[in-house]
């Protein structure tokens, strides 16, 4: 998406982001995300950039989901829910020019069919046909939509992070229903205010609005079916509301968008640092600023995304009774 140096910060978020280190507490499926920014990579060349050979990028977005099937079904639901909507939205504002592009979008969506089917078909179609296959959502789905996220979610710190109060760990850790595993909207006042001056400052720039409004996406669906403020109720319909009837996705649990929104969260955050950079070389200093500017909004980022030290880890005993089926 850019250069190196920018690319490493938007990693360092992506890999050590707070959904990463909440959920990788309990679930390693949820925490291996490596292969959800090669996915969300093909489709963006796929459907927006077109300059790449569109078999070749077929084939490798067929790879990447086939093996993220294999890893999580669930988040392969979220990623193709967020990018499904954003893809139409961008169909919606080029729908002049469908048809010029039509025959590149088929030969990539083709080509990425027929590898997901020679990859993963014979594990899908068992899935959804075979003997003993899961029929409906695994838990009642009022179940499933209580874990959702707070609106003061991405701004209130949880007690995984260095910085943060008794009070403010006392507040989050009453979001999602008390499961603290599952409250991983995290982002962080400096993040969100960052991502929000990079989508006014570029308001008419698509590197950056296209993820930003990804990362808007997967946080108004991570907010489940309710609004809640402070884990107050406010019986405000949200869009999410509308997977709860539909099959398949109503399995999903909406707090886990929250891997989304941190996905295109690092990849506006080190676009949006590439452009800033660029523009002020250029422009010089018709952008000038104060020079503890820059470093004092790094140092602010960084520390209100650092986690808890030292980070433990326990050991697991599977039960003799598993061991024996």
Known sequence: WCRRPYA????????????????????????????????????G??????????????????????????????????????????????LITIRSHIGEHFKYWARGVGA???TLVVLAGYFLFNFLFGAGHIQGPVLPVSALQSYHADFLGP???????????????????????????ENVAYLGIPLVAILA?????????????????????ALILSMGDRLTIASHNLHVPMPEK??????????????????????????????????IIDTRRTLGPALSAPRWVMPGVGLALLLS?????PVTAKSQTTPPRYLRN
């Open 155 to 181: 701004i209130i710190p949880t007690a995984n992070l260095l910085v943060t109060s008794e009070r403010l760990s006392y507040l989050s850790s009453s979001f999602v229903r008390g499961n603290v595993t």
């Open 8 to 43: 490493f910060m938007g990693g360092l978020l992506f890999g050590f982001s707070p959904y990463l280190m909440t959920q990788s507490e309990n679930h390693l499926n949820l925490a291996f995300l490596v292969l959800l920014p090669p996915i969300a990579w093909c489709v």
């Open 242 to 275: 509308l997977l709860r009837s539909l099959p398949m996705v109503d399995n999903i649990v909406p707090a886990r968008f929250g891997a989304i929104v941190v996905l295109f969260a690092a990849v506006t955050l080190a676009l949006g640092i590439e452009l």
């Open 305 to 309: 995304l650092i986690p808890a030290f």
């Open 45 to 90: 060349e796929i459907v927006v950039v077109r300059r790449r050979s569109p078999w070749a990028l077929g084939v490798a977005l067929g790879v990447f989901t086939a093996l993220q099937i294999y890893v999580s079904l669930e988040m392969i639901a979220l990623i193709g829910l967020v990018m499904g909507l954003g893809s139409v939205g961008y």
């Open 112 to 114: 990425a069919t027929v």
């Open 197 to 217: 001056y990079f989508a006014l400052r570029f308001r008419r720039h698509p590197k950056i609005i296209g993820p930003f409004a990804l990362t808007a996406i």
